[in-house]
């Protein structure tokens, strides 16, 4: 079974930045869909950014964090990242990467492999 290892996570104040990685245990990572997820308190899990496969790595984000996020791959390293910049307080939440998710009429659908998520924590 994959292992998906997120971190970078940490407090950091408004406007702040950080960012998430997630490395893979995939050896053919290059092929997969990946996404990041975020689940704040109370509140369900919430797709963030996705970036497909292949030579295209199309993107896309979340309205709450477009422009300030950006979702990046290194297919060399097996590695997932999330720069995220300007953070809000509203961002404070457990970060989730996910391998392997499809896209049907442009929505991504996350598939089972999950990792085991990245506290970040944003002070106002």
């Known amino acids: 079974q994959v292992q998906l290892v997120e971190s970078g996570g940490g407090l950091v104040q408004s406007g702040g930045s950080l960012r998430l990685s997630c490395a893979t245990s995939e050896t053919i990572f290059s092929i997969y869909t990946m996404a990041w997820y975020r689940q704040a308190p109370e509140k369900q899990r919430e797709l963030v950014a996705r970036?497909?496969?292949?030579?295209?790595?199309?993107?896309n984000y979340a309205d709450s964090v477009k422009g300030r996020f950006i979702i990046s791959r290194d297919n060399a390293k097996n590695t997932l990242y999330l720069q995220m910049n300007s953070l809000k307080p509203d961002d404070t939440a457990v970060y989730y990467c996910n391998q392997g998710g499809r896209i049907e009429n442009r929505r991504y659908l996350p598939s089972d492999s999950w990792g085991q998520g990245t506290q970040v924590t944003i002070s106002s």
């Open positions: 970036i497909t496969s292949g030579d295209s790595d199309s993107t």
